[in-house]
């Protein structure tokens, strides 16, 4: 399995690059969708888990890794799918500002790279109501895992500023693609 992690505080464009790689990967006559499912993130309505096919090989792309709710539906997800995905792409929060999300979302790449069963009732009894010590390393990712670190471009003062910042967006899809065809070739 490869982890592709597109990480960054929050607010630098995480979702909006996620976003642009499904209209990437939507228009490739190569990836078949299987489903798109939107999550419950009233703050971000955006956000979805999206599983597509290339080649016999199954890749999920989930957007949102706000906080439990959120890495709840995406263990509930991946418990719905009849084998694991060869490759996940997600976003990944770089601070624990008081939920621990970073943290979390890296037990829970652990679990799924270690096979773990019923992810969901996992995250629930192991991770969300144990602390998680600090730093925490997840061998499962010591191998085939790609961190995309986006930075703020801070441009506060621009009028359109989702105009502006589309480029920076658009380059870093095009590095997630990159990422996923790699690992596909190497499947």
Known sequence: MTFILVSGKP?????????????MLDQNGTFKLHDRKSTS???CPEDHITHYEKKNKHIVV???????????????YLDSLAKMPDIIVTTIRETDDGED???RMLALLEAIGNNTKNL???????????????????SALSHNAFVLHLEDQNIQNVPNKVN???PYWDDNA????YAIDFALARL
């Not at 607010?11 to 209209?23: D, S, Y």
């Not at 095009?174 to 693609?177: F, H, I, R």
Request: contains cysteine; glycine residues 6%; charged residues 20%.
């Open 120 to 138: 969901e009732a996992y995250y629930t009894s192991n991770i969300m109501t144990k602390p998680i010590p600090t730093p925490f390393a997840p």
């Open 62 to 76: 989930n957007t949102a890794s706000d906080g439990d709710r959120c890495m709840l539906e995406f263990a509930k």
């Open 101 to 103: 999300q970073m943290s």
């Open 174 to 177: 095009d590095k997630v693609k």
């Open 41 to 43: 993130n009233v703050a």
């Open 164 to 166: 502006a910042l589309k």
């Open 11 to 23: 607010g630098v464009g995480k979702t909006a690059v996620c976003n642009r790689l499904h209209g």
